[in-house]
């Protein structure tokens, strides 16, 4: 299969080359030129499958024409490892029901966060950076990763590194803005001692990074000029990796949803909606392409805190790129955005593949102006409107999502979880007759120390960190952590001016990867 930009069809890309181009080359995202359909009966022979045979199923028709079956099995081996679960429960999906209550559950969660740094970053990243591994292997090529993190992209692109085989093939240069992720996630970053990783922290908004970053990757060509073999790319979510693999935790957590309910309903034709804790929406993107491949996924719900621009978009079709306001700072800091980079695949599915009408919108929001409007296309806004769904979760309707969730099922969710939470019960999922619903936990408490106390008391937090932190968190915490490099800003400048200052350093960090 070949990979093709949302804004034009006619370029067709290889698996590596989509990989390592990170952006279409007009400014687009790649996409694969079609999506394999599954039916009922391969969702039943699915079922039987562990994560790792399952993942080789459903990535297998998007690589094979890159590498053999076997070749995906091997990386997909190397890439589960290191997680607190096994391969047969690689995600627990967990029946949220109240103690006395037999009736069959409705509502799930999803634990993505079992991974190496307890996020479900750990998926998409690991594979796409095996991948990546993988074909700079064939090349005989050097790979270096330019990240920009909000807290949770950062330390799995910096574990996946370290983990993959290859000693100095790959390099990684992580950005996070200074201040504005946890102190638990700053370690997993500022402990890293491989010579291989670099960390820089900005004076800026969690997204600032993302321009400097695109222009870094568009004109990659212009840098490492005395090494042809030397690539830069991204591996934040516009990379088409990442979406890849995160379509199949959604088929496993329908498969898991629709095994436990036939218990009950055994002639159940389930429909699963999901809500998701939503940022930069490459999640809520791997969950469209596995609902247009034909899984049974109904109402896609995106959870967002009160920097809501997917809310906005989703119930408004208003678009804007406002670069000029800055990042409110939330309890929720990973999922903070001024504008999603997967927004554009999700409306190049909704419409149907559309390169022309997708480009269009782009070229508005890209303009002067700024902004696009969905709404004025009554065809493509309805069906928005029809197949997603979205709350705007306030950092107190967070805390109280979070107590209410230990309080009434013993169940520790952390902060962006709580906002999935707190959304879903806006959205009316937090009563016996809603539809089934799977809402995506998408990291592990003991990230957030601040945000679970702030909810829930000094007490709990010290309960929680007796009885449930882990024990890989415990041993980082106690960890020295590394002085990182700084990039200041300036406020006599205005906030491209400091972008470009920003891009120019990161390119010199670049050079000094060998």
């Known amino acids: 299969m070949k990979f093709v930009s949302t804004r034009d069809a006619s370029q067709l890309f290889s698996l590596g080359e989509a990989l390592f181009s990170g952006y279409a080359p007009d400014g687009g995202l790649l996409v694969p030129q079609w999506l394999p359909q599954v039916d009922e009966a391969t969702l039943q022979k699915w079922s039987q499958l562990?994560?790792?045979?399952?993942?080789?199923?459903?990535?297998?028709?998007?690589?094979?024409?890159?590498?053999?079956?076997?070749?995906?099995?091997?990386?997909?081996?190397?890439?589960?490892?290191?997680?607190?679960?096994?391969?047969?429960?690689?995600?627990?999906?967990?029946?949220?029901?109240?103690?006395?209550?037999?009736?069959?559950?409705?509502?799930?969660?999803?634990?993505?966060?079992?991974?190496?740094?307890?996020?479900?970053?750990?998926?998409?990243?690991?594979?796409?950076?095996?991948?990546?591994?993988?074909?700079?292997?064939?090349?005989?090529?050097?790979?270096?990763?330019?990240?920009?993190?909000?807290?949770?992209?950062?330390?799995?692109?910096?574990?996946?590194?370290?983990?993959?085989?290859?000693?100095?093939?790959?390099?990684?240069?992580?950005?996070?803005?200074?201040?504005?992720?946890s102190d638990f996630q700053r370690k997993q970053l500022t402990t890293a001692t491989s010579t291989r990783v670099k960390i820089v922290a900005f004076q800026g908004g969690g997204d600032d990074m993302d321009v400097p970053i695109k222009n870094i990757i568009m004109t990659s060509k212009s840098i490492h000029t005395n090494d042809k073999n030397r690539v830069v790319c991204g591996v934040n979510s516009y990379n088409i990796g990442r979406p890849l693999m995160q379509m199949v935790h959604f088929v496993w957590t329908y498969l898991r949803v629709a095994e436990r309910r036939k218990r009950d309903h055994p002639s159940e034709n389930l429909q699963l909606d999901i809500v998701v804790p939503t940022g930069a929406m490459g999640n809520l993107a791997g969950c469209y392409m596995a609902k247009k491949m034909g899984v049974p996924l109904g109402i896609l719900c995106a959870g967002v805190n009160i920097n809501d621009i997917t809310d906005v978009v989703f119930r408004t079709g208003k678009l804007e790129r406002n670069i000029d306001q800055q990042l409110k700072k939330t309890l929720s800091d990973a999922i903070n955005i001024q504008l999603p980079y997967n927004m554009e695949r999700l409306l190049f599915y909704l419409t149907e593949q559309d390169h022309d009408q997708i480009r269009d919108w782009y070229s508005q929001l890209e303009g002067p102006g700024r902004f696009c409007d969905i709404s004025t296309s009554n065809r493509w806004w309805s069906k928005l409107k029809s197949e997603f769904q979205s709350a705007r979760v306030t950092d107190e309707e967070l805390c109280e999502a979070m107590r209410s969730t230990l309080h009434q099922y013993g169940y520790w969710a952390d902060p962006h979880t709580c906002v999935a939470l707190a959304a879903a019960k806006k959205l009316g999922y937090w009563n016996e007759k809603s539809n089934p619903v799977a809402i995506m936990a998408t990291a592990a408490p003991c990230k957030f120390q601040e945000a679970m106390t702030k909810a829930l008391g000094v007490e709990k937090w010290q309960e929680y960190e007796r009885l449930h932190f882990p024990t890989r968190g415990k041993i980082l915490n106690e960890m020295k952590e590394i002085p990182t490099t700084v990039y200041a800003s300036d406020a006599t400048k205005t906030l491209a001016e400091n972008q470009r200052d920003w891009e120019a350093k990161a390119r010199e960090l670049i050079e000094q990867f060998s």
């Open 50 to 181: 562990d994560y790792l045979d399952l993942s080789v199923e459903v990535l297998y028709p998007f690589v094979q024409d890159d590498m053999s079956r076997n070749e995906l099995h091997e990386l997909l081996e190397m890439a589960l490892k290191g997680f607190d679960t096994d391969l047969k429960n690689l995600v627990p999906v967990v029946p949220m029901s109240l103690e006395g209550n037999n009736e069959a559950p409705n509502i799930f969660i999803a634990e993505l966060f079992h991974g190496p740094t307890f996020c479900f970053k750990d998926f998409g990243l690991r594979v796409t950076i095996q991948w990546l591994n993988f074909f700079a292997t064939r090349r005989n090529a050097s790979v270096t990763l330019i990240v920009s993190t909000t807290g949770d992209t950062g330390p799995a692109a910096v574990q996946a590194v370290q983990d993959c085989n290859s000693s100095s093939r790959l390099g990684v240069l992580v950005h996070f803005p200074k201040g504005q992720i």
